[in-house]
């Protein structure tokens, strides 16, 4: 089954939700190795995107992704914000005149969110950022599309190894933003962005289940 324009913006709907009811946890991941503001960045950009879709929701799904970037973009500070919205503004370029993401469409869709990650932060694996997240779930992504599994098979695959993923983010010292000033007292804390990102994928699935 293809990814519909209504997934697509019920995804979204979801994320505010999450990243509202989570915000206070995110905020306490940044606290500890950042500026506990990730939370707050991540409510607030969703909120945003959530007063700006219902203008593109008949738009086709290129136009409905750059929004949500431009609107990230635009509404959060500090690092999140021109990640985040680097990932859906790429994503964006690919989908003009779509209403439909097929599985390849869903493995290109990752493929250039995860590239605007990497040309916005120039992060490494293991540098204790989203990339780490992000890196071994667009390997696994890659590979199922190739299998010709659809969208929902494609992400009950990555979810896990995502999660593991996350989880191996803690005994990882941070090499980029404000963590890696902490340099090795940023061991033994969960990234906050690879946290956020890991939402991005269980809401995903929840929306497709
Ligand atoms: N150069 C980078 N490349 C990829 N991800 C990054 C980079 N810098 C920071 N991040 C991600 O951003 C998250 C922090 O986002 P936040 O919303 O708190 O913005 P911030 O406070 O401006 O960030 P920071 O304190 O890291 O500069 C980190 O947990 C990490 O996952
Ligand atoms: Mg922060």
């Known amino acids: 089954m293809p990814l519909s324009k209504a997934q697509l913006l019920a995804w979204f709907g979801k994320l505010d939700t999450v ?3 989570q915000k206070e946890y995110l905020t306490a991941l940044d606290a500890a190795i950042g500026d506990a503001d990730h939370g707050i960045n991540m409510n607030r950009g969703y909120g945003k995107v959530m007063e700006k879709l219902p203008d593109v929701a008949d738009k086709d799904i290129g136009t409905i992704l750059k929004t949500v970037g431009m609107t990230l973009m635009s509404s959060v500070g500090g690092a999140s ?5 680097t990932f859906w503004m790429k994503a964006g370029m690919l989908f003009g005149g779509k209403e439909e993401l097929g599985a390849a469409d869903f493995a290109r869709l990752v493929a250039a969110g995860v590239d605007g990650i990497l040309q916005r932060g120039r992060p490494a694996r293991g540098d204790k950022t989203m990339y780490d997240f992000w890196a071994p779930v667009l390997d696994v ?17 990555a979810l896990p190894v995502g999660e593991q993923a996350l989880a191996d983010t803690i005994p990882l010292q941070a090499r980029k933003g404000r963590a890696s000033y902490l340099g090795e007292r940023s061991i033994g804390h969960q990234d906050p962005g690879a946290t956020s990102s890991c939402y991005m994928l269980q809401t995903l699935r929840d929306v497709l289940g």
């Open 81 to 85: 914000g021109p990640l985040y919205g």
């Open 19 to 21: 990243y509202a009811a």
């Open 141 to 157: 992504v890659n590979a199922r599309a190739a299998a010709g599994d659809d969208v929902a098979a494609m992400v009950a695959a």
